[in-house]
T-cell receptor
């Protein structure tokens, strides 16, 4: 069965430092997509970054980059130069490869990041 | 920001009562989804719709039903609410392709 695993329930990082949030996935299908979402304390879900399984380059969006290691089935989120506003819950998700064209997502349990001044 | 609204935003109800949550979009996106978020579980898919009157079950559909009579509206109904359905409910939309989903602001439901 398809599964997303986030093994870090919580993390601390000092302001201005980089931090890596871990995500591993399990699928036997060669075609899938990986997403990261941010959920601040206000509750909304904010899309951060996307990586397709056939993409040759690691995705980047501003201070966010996705360290995609296909052989290890990992899709870690790297946040460079952390800011206080980065304190939030972060979810890794995978487009269900067996969901057809319906774009169903499978979510991990999340990592709570706290940025310390 | 994608135009997605959810109503109500907060609701407290009693066990056994019916509850309907509404999701409304102004983006004309084809796909709509209902998730619930619980501590330790992330977001889990309840039901989804791939067109008007076309819906299907997700991972945790027991006790829930949905309807979509117009492109812009997707309703989630708890026929007889139970305390285990106390949760935060999110609606999301997407288009065919990459699969990026845009989320509504969420509805916090408490079943006493």
């Amino acid at each position: 069965a398809q599964k997303i695993t986030q093994t870090q329930p919580g993390m601390f990082v000092q302001e201005k430092e980089a931090v890596t949030l871990d995500c591993t996935y399990d699928t036997s299908d060669p075609s899938y997509g990986l997403f990261w979402y941010k959920q601040p304390s206000s509750g909304e879900m904010i899309f951060l970054i996307y990586q397709g399984s056939y993409d040759q380059q690691n995705a980047t969006e501003g201070r966010y980059s996705l360290n995609f290691q296909k052989a290890r089935k990992s899709a870690n989120l790297v946040i460079s130069a952390s800011q206080l506003g980065d304190s939030a819950m972060y979810f890794c998700a995978m487009r269900d490869p067996y969901g057809g064209a319906t774009n169903k997502l499978i979510f991990g349990t999340g990592t709570l990041l706290a940025v310390q001044p | 920001d994608a135009g997605i609204t959810q109503s109500p935003r907060h609701k407290v109800t009693e066990t056994g009562t019916p509850v309907t949550l509404r999701c409304h979009q102004t983006e004309n996106h084809r796909y709509m989804y209902w998730y619930r978020q619980d501590p330790g579980h992330g977001l889990r898919l309840i039901h989804y719709s791939y067109g008007v009157k076309d819906t299907d079950k997700g991972e945790v559909s027991d006790g829930y039903s949905v309807s979509r009579s117009k492109t812009e509206d997707f309703l989630l109904t708890l026929e007889s609410a139970t305390s285990s359905q106390t949760s935060v409910y999110f609606c999301a939309i997407s288009e065919p392709g990459q699969g990026k989903q845009f989320f509504g602001p969420g509805t916090r439901l408490t079943v006493l």
